[in-house]
């Protein structure tokens, strides 16, 4: 009672499982708890309900980008990682490339080798945005003498006697 943590670890569901003897090339969508043993071989995303979480064990390997609300990575993932809430980076943890979270948890002997990037889902979507956003600025329209050659596409009035 005293000095006791009153925050309850939480349970790990664990409704789909990849054994360690199976690889899988493609990539995989998911809901609830997905636990990797074995090899994935494209991108793991979990759909936007809230609830979903991503357990990689030690054995397990992921070759491809991670969106997930929740982890627990204690193997190793070449590609980028994206969590909306909580990740752990367990003793095993390997990941080449850059973890975006909002809270983590690393333990000593984990190993990122990319950046650790602070987000919310909240600054994806205004980067989509921005991004789109500047995407319809860098319009480019054909050079008018051959038709091959692009040229940027400027909004500044000619200038004129009077400007000059």
């Given at each position: 009672?005293?000095?006791?943590?009153?925050?309850q670890k939480?349970?790990?569901r664990i409704d789909?499982?990849?054994g360690?003897?199976?690889e899988?090339n493609?990539?995989?969508?998911?809901?609830?708890?997905?636990h990797?043993?074995?090899?994935?071989?494209?991108?793991v995303?979990?759909?936007e309900?809230?609830?979903?979480?991503?357990?990689?064990?030690e054995?397990g390997?992921?070759?491809?980008?991670v969106r997930?609300?929740?982890?627990?990575?204690?193997?190793?993932?070449?590609?980028?990682?994206?969590?909306?809430?909580?990740?752990?980076?367990?003793v095993?943890?390997?990941?080449?490339g850059?973890?975006?979270?909002?809270?983590?948890?690393?333990?000593?002997?984990?190993?990122?080798?990319?950046?650790?990037?602070?987000y919310?889902?909240?600054?994806?979507?205004e980067n989509?945005?921005?991004?789109?956003?500047?995407?319809?600025?860098?319009?480019?329209?054909p050079?008018?003498d051959?038709g091959?050659e692009?040229?940027p596409v400027t909004?500044f009035?000619p200038?004129?006697a009077?400007s000059?």
């Open positions: 009672m005293w000095g006791r943590s009153q925050k939480q349970v790990t789909s499982l990849i360690k003897a199976t899988i493609g990539d995989i969508h998911f809901t609830g708890g997905l990797i043993d074995g090899r994935v071989k494209g991108n995303i979990a759909k309900d809230g609830d979903a979480i991503l357990t990689v064990s054995q390997s992921i070759e491809g980008d997930t609300n929740n982890a627990i990575i204690n193997g190793q993932i070449i590609g980028d990682v994206y969590v909306s809430e909580h990740i752990e980076l367990a095993n943890a390997r990941i080449k850059n973890v975006y979270y909002n809270l983590i948890e690393m333990t000593m002997g984990a190993a990122v080798n990319g950046s650790l990037v602070h919310t889902p909240e600054h994806e979507k989509e945005q921005a991004h789109q956003q500047r995407s319809h600025m860098h319009a480019v329209e050079n008018a051959d091959k692009e040229r909004n009035a200038k004129t009077s000059e």
